[in-house]
C-alpha cells in the first residue's frame, strides 16, 4: 500500500485554516504599526534581548536553527512524504520566499542591532551579523514552513486546534529567537513573519490553480531535491553553539521518510508498468 497521493488533487484544505493564518498575519502587522507609531523598534528589541536571556543561550541556539532553510526542507519534505501534493507547493514556497527575502535584503540594506548598538550594547549569540537586516528570513522561513504545513494538515476539530497551537508557537518562538540572539529587529520579525504566512497561502493558492505546476515532474524534482538537501543536513555545521545534536537528528529523520516515499513511488511505477 504507498502513500501516493495526485498533486492535481489538492487536499481538502477547511477554509478555516486560511483564515487562522490571515488572522495571525493580520496581528503580526498590526504589530508593525503599532512600532513604527511609538517609534519602539529599538527599545523593544533591547527589552526582548534582555529578558530573554532567562532561558539558555543552547535553547534559543537551536530555536533559531528551527527557522534556518535547512530545518524548514527538513520539515517540509517529512510532511511531504506523507502528503505528496506538498512537495510541488514546497517548491513554489521556496522559490518564492527566495526571492523575496534575498531581494529586499540587499536593496534595503537596513543595519542590524550590532551595527547600530554596538556589541557591547547586545547579546549574541552565534555569528555578529551587521548587514542586511530587514525583513528577517529565519521569522520568514519559521512561519512560512508552519503555514504551509497547516494547510495540508489533516486534522480537524480540537486536534487540529491543537496542532496550530503547536506548530504556530514554535514557528513564533523560532521567529522571536531572531531577537535573543541579537540577530534582528523586532520589526524585521514581524514583517518576516506575517510575509512567511501569506506566502504559504499563496504557494498552495498558484500550485493549485496553475495546472503545469501540479506535474510528477516537479513533484519528484522537488522530491530529489529536498532528500538531497536533507541528507547534506546530516553532515551540517551551523554557525550557532549546541545545534548538531538537531542537525543529525532532523537530517536522519526526514532522509528516512523521504527515501521511504521514493521507494513507495518506485513499487507503484512498477506495479503500474506490470
Not at 108 to 115: G, N, S, T, V
Not at 167 to 181: N, P
Amino acid at each position: 500500500m504507498t502513500s501516493q497521493q495526485n498533486p492535481s488533487q489538492p487536499s481538502q484544505c477547511p477554509m478555516k485554516t486560511e483564515t487562522l493564518l490571515y488572522l495571525v498575519s493580520s496581528l503580526l502587522l498590526a504589530g508593525v504599526v503599532v512600532l513604527s507609531i511609538t517609534d519602539a523598534n529599538v527599545s523593544l528589541f533591547l527589552w526582548l534581548n534582555q529578558h530573554l536571556q532567562v532561558l539558555p543561550d543552547t535553547f534559543w541556539s537551536n530555536m533559531t536553527f528551527v527557522a534556518d532553510t535547512l530545518f524548514a526542507v527538513a520539515v517540509l519534505g517529512s510532511v511531504a512524504s506523507l502528503r505528496p501534493a506538498m512537495f510541488n507547493s514546497g517548491l513554489v514556497l521556496l522559490i518564492l520566499g527566495a526571492l523575496f527575502v534575498q531581494g529586499l535584503k540587499p536593496a534595503l540594506d537596513i543595519l542590524r542591532p550590532a551595527a547600530v548598538l554596538g556589541t557591547d550594547a547586545v547579546h549574541i549569540i552565534g555569528p555578529v551579523l551587521k548587514n542586511h537586516s530587514f525583513p528577517s528570513g529565519h521569522s520568514f522561513t519559521a512561519l512560512a514552513t508552519a503555514g504551509l504545513v497547516l494547510l495540508y494538515s489533516p486534522f480537524t476539530g480540537s486536534r487540529g486546534a491543537l496542532v496550530s497551537v503547536l506548530v504556530l508557537g514554535t514557528a513564533l518562538t523560532a521567529a522571536l529567537s531572531r531577537a535573543a540572539v541579537g540577530a534582528h529587529w523586532p520589526m524585521d520579525i514581524l514583517v518576516g513573519s506575517a510575509a512567511g504566512l501569506l506566502f504559504a497561502i499563496l504557494a498552495k493558492t498558484l500550485t493549485e490553480k496553475l495546472s503545469w505546476l501540479q506535474s510528477r515532474g516537479i513533484e519528484w524534482f522537488s522530491a530529489a531535491l529536498l532528500t538531497i538537501t536533507c541528507i547534506s543536513l546530516i553532515f551540517h555545521e551551523s554557525n550557532y553553539p549546541a545545534t548538531r545534536p538537531l542537525c543529525v537528528i532532523s537530517g536522519v529523520l526526514s532522509t528516512a521518510l523521504l527515501l521511504r516515499y521514493g521507494w513507495q513511488t518506485w513499487q507503484a511505477r512498477q506495479a503500474r508498468a506490470g
